[in-house]
């Protein structure tokens, strides 16, 4: 005898899909690291926007996270692209970047993390290149993307993490900058034994038996 599923588990169920089409839709996480690619927008666990439609999205089959980022084909077009991460819990994080590079990138792409101090990329050199910081390597579902690494001392007290890349230098209109994907994760905090070391761990087990 096939017994019924009750209405309240199909209600449960469909709850559950909703769920994960929700955060699906939002950032993605991989590997433990959580990313946002330049084609999440206005969503409930982060965003990505840029402020000028200026912007055009290319398509790049290999490099690029999803195969997408984003630049401007014109010194005339200003446009500022931010990252933002929510509901973050406060510490310390890694932040990586990932775009496609070739020869008519800048050479001085300034990405700013937290408001702090500009943090100058070649994007000519693509992320894995050795002169660039090495960064994780993760896959979009269809290729392995490399990004490199843009700090690792990103400190978050509100729950927010935001990322900001400007055009400024493609003045020429031939030197373009690059939106692509930015990931995040947590760095851990050092254990009461990594902070004691071997010596003061053992004074602790002593005195736990004493």
């Known amino acids: 005898m096939k017994l019924k599923t009750p209405l309240y588990q199909k209600w449960a169920t469909m709850a559950t899909f909703s769920l994960s089409v929700s955060l699906a839709s939002a950032t993605t996480v991989i590997s433990g690291w959580t990313v946002i690619d330049d084609s999440y927008t206005d969503d409930a666990s982060g965003t990505f926007a840029i402020t000028s439609a200026g912007a055009t999205t290319q398509t790049t089959p290999t490099q690029a996270f999803a195969d997408t980022q984003k630049f401007s084909a014109t010194a005339a077009v200003d446009w500022t692209a931010t990252w933002t991460f929510l509901g973050l819990t406060n510490g310390t994080y890694e932040v990586a970047g990932a775009w496609y590079g070739t020869t008519n990138r800048t050479k001085t792409?300034?990405?700013?993390?937290?408001?702090?101090?500009?943090?100058?990329?070649?994007?000519?050199?693509?992320?894995?290149?050795?002169?660039?910081?090495?960064?994780?390597?993760?896959?979009?579902?269809?290729?392995?993307v490399v990004f490199s690494m843009l700090t690792a001392t990103a400190v978050v007290t509100d729950g927010t993490l935001t990322v900001v890349l400007n055009d400024v230098d493609n003045t020429s209109g031939s030197e373009y900058v690059l939106a692509d994907a930015i990931a995040i994760r947590a760095v851990p905090e050092p254990s009461s034994a990594a902070l004691l070391g071997l010596g003061g761990l053992a004074l602790i087990l002593r005195r736990r038996k004493g």
Not at 112 to 133: D, M, R
């Open 109 to 144: 792409a300034p990405f700013k993390v937290q408001g702090g101090s500009t943090i100058v990329v070649n994007q000519e050199l693509s992320p894995g290149h050795p002169s660039l910081p090495a960064g994780p390597t993760l896959s979009d579902g269809t290729e392995n």
